[in-house]
């Protein structure tokens, strides 16, 4: 990442970029170095172990390569900020800690969960989101779930009334996803498009689609439900749009001594 930014300042650069991953050992450094001296280049590396980094640069230094420490400004100066040494272990970033469990558990319900699956276990969810058809609903499940939120949505049919069990929900908040019906209809002729379907079809008729959308809102309303407007928002704004929400229905949920309450 810091390459890439680094070579947005240069104007038509023609770089090769070549990324050797999870180099932790001497016999590992050793197996790419053929490969260095094979793709000759600046040697951007993050390795944080004293005797990998410097048979590294020894290497380097060798076939002549300049060779450049990306880390060690910020280490440096995190370690004056925080008044300690950084510990140099290889790898921490990829520690399978408690949230790393958690991110994988949220996934997993997440994907089980989609477009209306498994409605039984919606209790177990932290967040439900309903919406009409290419509202958005999968993708922002899953960039939820990549933040550790067990997320179930649920696509709305004016025809098709969802399971009783989404009115009576305690636990998970329920999001209403909307969108704008005219950019609604154009992604669906897209989308429609893409699978090399007709695009004369009720799914993309402008009236059809404008009494979906007001059956959705009504539906918002009528439960208190709060609504996300997904039709100027990326992924990742509606995603943190509805995490704040989550943060204020917590706080709301905890009293003043610090003890929970029922929600």
């Known amino acids: 990442?810091?390459?890439?930014?680094?070579?947005?300042?240069?104007?038509?650069?023609?770089?090769?970029?070549?990324?050797?991953?999870?180099?932790?050992?001497?016999?590992?450094?050793?197996?790419?170095?053929?490969?260095?001296?094979?793709n000759p280049g600046l040697v951007l590396f993050t390795?944080?172990?004293?005797?990998?980094?410097a048979r590294l640069e020894e290497h380097c230094r060798q076939i002549g390569l300049p060779a450049v420490p990306a880390l060690d400004a910020v280490t440096s100066a995190l370690e004056a900020q925080l008044g300690q040494e950084a510990h140099g272990r290889p790898g921490r970033q990829h520690l399978m800690d408690e949230a790393y469990f958690k991110r994988v558990e949220a996934i997993q319900f997440t994907i089980a969960h989609d477009d209306?699956?498994?409605?039984?276990?919606?209790?177990?969810?932290?967040?439900?989101?309903?919406?009409?058809?290419?509202?958005?609903?999968?993708?922002?499940?899953?960039?939820?779930a990549n933040r550790g939120y067990k997320v179930a949505n649920i696509p709305l049919v004016v025809e098709s009334p969802p399971p009783k069990a989404l009115y009576g929900l305690r636990h998970p908040l329920v999001v209403g996803l909307t969108t704008a019906?005219?950019?609604?209809?154009?992604?669906?002729?897209?989308?429609?498009?893409?699978?090399?379907?007709?695009?004369?079809?009720?799914?993309?008729?402008?009236?059809?689609?404008?009494?979906?959308?007001?059956?959705?809102?009504?539906?918002?309303?009528?439960?208190?439900?709060?609504?996300?407007?997904?039709?100027?928002?990326?992924?990742?704004?509606?995603?943190?749009?509805?995490?704040?929400?989550?943060?204020?229905?917590?706080?709301?949920?905890k009293p003043v001594d610090g003890t929970a309450k029922p929600i």
């Open 1 to 38: 990442m810091i390459a890439k930014a680094a070579l947005a300042q240069f104007e038509d650069a023609d770089v090769v970029r070549h990324f050797w991953p999870m180099v932790r050992s001497r016999q590992h450094l050793d197996r790419i170095v053929p490969d260095l001296a094979a």
């Open 47 to 53: 390795l944080v172990n004293a005797e990998t980094r």
């Open 116 to 144: 209306g699956i498994g409605w039984e276990n919606w209790e177990e969810a932290d967040i439900v989101l309903a919406g009409v058809s290419r509202s958005s609903k999968t993708p922002t499940s899953i960039y939820l």
């Open 181 to 253: 019906p005219e950019r609604l209809v154009q992604i669906r002729r897209n989308r429609l498009l893409s699978l090399n379907e007709g695009t004369e079809t009720s799914y993309v008729d402008n009236d059809r689609v404008n009494a979906e959308v007001k059956f959705a809102r009504r539906m918002f309303a009528d439960n208190g439900w709060p609504v996300i407007d997904v039709t100027r928002r990326s992924i990742e704004e509606s995603a943190a749009a509805i995490i704040r929400l989550v943060q204020e229905r917590n706080r709301q949920a």
